[in-house]
């Protein structure tokens, strides 16, 4: 069964300021023994991204995680989604998984449409003669037949990420992570692809969203969690969550957040 | 394996654990990386495509270049160093046509995972698959150059020997060697943005030092040090199965041997230790 295990989660995010990313910075620092260069070499910032997150999520379980901007509800995203492994702790995350972080990213504007669905399987793991069998329907879907063989470059906005979306949405995942609801477009379109999205949702073993919309939390999460500076302030159900989360800004309406 | 499996091998780690299992997810993100030849594949193939869309020609460029560069190259030098033309022109061939993937191997080497950076950034794969793209890539450009070599051979009456087989294996090690590579210079790049100009410029240097437009007979007395510049070793075991060997046959072989196993001493552990600081850097 598809479940998600992290225990004790840190993740601490050094930030390459741009003279400690040079050589020289760091030969020149070693070399010398004063404390002043070996701290500017070491000029960096490291940002404790996560501090200590547990959680399970088994199958058929909806996540939501809220939180404000930089409390690290991408970080988190993406440790479940493998891209960055924890400093510390563990993360076990079991089944397929498909992270939607980004449907844009990743389209390379020099190849065309129909070789940008093939990448993008290859990204998603998988294999192109199945990517193929696809395009057709992708082409149908985000009404752009005409455009398959064309660079994507040439694209306007709307059609790439029309063309990132349906391509990122074609293979049904077991694990699916997403970072603010995927479905948008042009009015003609917006229909279409939430309604694709809200299958793509329905038949997948287990979410996980981040998102600051409330009403779409309340919508398809049952439980969740709420980040503030990497820590899990409140965890419960995804009413009491959406609540604790009010009161926290209410709380610090007017101060930072 | 079932995809759920492969999955969960590739998703169950723990950080913090001894290096022990460090060393053994490197392992498993190069074999895993490696099994996937239809992704690292497919993706070379693509930067080839994309390279020459639109010219006429296309990946023809790529031996054209050679031909060009080897044509006005060869009758030049020949005269100046006084060789035959029919002797000059076969070495200087075959001795560019591997050159050529050498450096642009090296260099590449560089950019292996700043290149896929939108990549690693968002989504799970094994590290590894970048630098088999890159090398992949390579070869790619390799089997459009090499058509030049037989040309040449019948051209100039050139015999060939039964030598000829040793190129497989040859590069065989040389990609051992670039997945090393790729694994050093492509992480160093990533962390210390000033590497890639600075191994671009060495290359160019080392280019006129090591005998591959020259002979190193050329040196007198001290042909023998150049047997221990790896860049000749690497050129001479794909160079002497096609013209022959230089002084000591063979010697190459346990050179480039030698220098295999020394950067892979190298890379692996360093592989183990920062593989997963990779998306952090790019």
């Known amino acids: 069964m598809p479940h998600i295990r992290l225990r004790d989660v840190h993740v601490a995010f050094p930030i390459y300021q741009g003279a400690s990313r040079s050589l020289k910075k760091s030969l020149v620092a070693s070399s010398m023994l004063g404390n002043l260069s070996k701290n500017e070499a070491n000029n960096r910032i490291v940002v404790q991204a996560l501090n200590g997150v547990n959680f399970d999520v088994e199958h058929g379980e909806r996540f939501g995680i809220i939180g404000a901007n930089g409390a690290g509800k991408t970080t988190l995203l993406k440790v479940l989604a493998g891209i960055y492994e924890p400093t510390s702790g563990s993360c076990v995350v079991s089944g397929r998984i498909s992270s939607l972080l980004d449907a844009q990213a990743g389209l390379d504007p020099d190849a065309t449409g129909r070789e940008n669905i093939i990448m993008r399987g290859l990204y998603l793991d998988i294999h192109p003669s199945v990517m193929r069998e696809h395009a057709a329907e992708i082409a149908t879907f985000t009404a752009l037949e005409h455009y398959m063989d064309m660079p994507v470059r040439t694209y306007s906005a709307g059609m790439m990420m029309r063309l990132g979306f349906a391509a990122s949405t074609c293979i049904m995942p077991e694990i699916l992570i997403m970072d603010e609801w995927l479905a948008a477009g042009d009015a003609q379109f917006i229909g279409k692809a939430q309604k694709r999205m809200e299958e793509f949702v329905e038949r997948s073993s287990i979410l996980v969203l981040a998102s600051h919309s409330m009403d779409l939390l309340r919508r398809w999460c049952r439980r969740g969690i709420f980040l503030h500076h990497g820590r899990i302030q409140f965890s419960g159900d995804i009413e009491s969550v959406i609540e604790a989360y009010d009161d926290f800004v209410h709380r610090n309406s007017g101060g930072e957040l | ?282």
Not at chain 2, 57 to 63: E, I, N, Q
Not at chain 2, 88 to 99: A, E, H, I, N, S
Not at chain 2, 113 to 132: D, K, L
Not at chain 2, 197 to 219: K, M, R, S, Y
Request: aromatic share 14%; with cysteine.
């Open chain 2, 1 to 282: 394996m079932s995809a759920t499996e492969r999955h969960v091998a590739r998703l169950d780690y723990a950080a913090g654990a001894q290096s022990a299992t460090n060393f053994a997810r490197a392992l498993y993100d190069l074999t895993a990386g490696f099994g996937k030849v239809w992704v690292w594949s497919t993706l070379a193939w693509q930067d080839i495509k994309l390279r020459y869309r639109g010219s006429v020609l296309g990946p023809l460029w790529l031996t054209l270049t050679i031909v060009i560069m080897v044509g006005s190259m060869g009758f030049l030098y020949a005269k100046l160093f006084h060789m035959d033309v029919k002797t000059y022109l076969p070495f200087l061939t075959v001795g560019m046509v591997f050159w050529q993937m050498i450096q642009s191997t090296i260099t590449d080497s560089c950019s292996c995972f700043v290149q896929s950076a939108a990549i690693v950034q968002q989504v799970r794969m094994p590290f590894s698959i970048h630098i088999y793209r890159m090398i992949c890539r390579n070869l790619i450009v390799l089997a459009h150059t090499v058509v030049v070599i037989p040309i040449v051979l019948v051209i100039f009456h050139r015999p060939i020997s039964w030598e000829i087989v040793l190129l497989l294996p040859a590069l065989a090690l040389l990609s051992l060697n670039a997945l090393f590579l790729g694994i050093i210079l492509g992480m160093i790049s990533a962390r210390y943005r000033d590497v890639p100009p600075i191994v671009q410029n060495l290359v160019q240097v080392l280019f006129f030092i090591t005998p591959i437009f020259w002979a190193p007979e050329q040196l007198g007395r001290w042909a023998a040090v150049s047997q221990f510049n790896p860049l000749f070793a690497a050129v001479d075991i794909l160079r002497s199965p096609i013209i022959g060997p230089h002084f000591v046959p063979y010697m190459s072989w346990l050179v480039m041997t030698g220098v295999t196993v020394a950067i892979g001493a190298v890379a692996l552990p360093m592989f183990s230790r920062y593989r997963a600081r990779i998306p952090y850097w790019v």
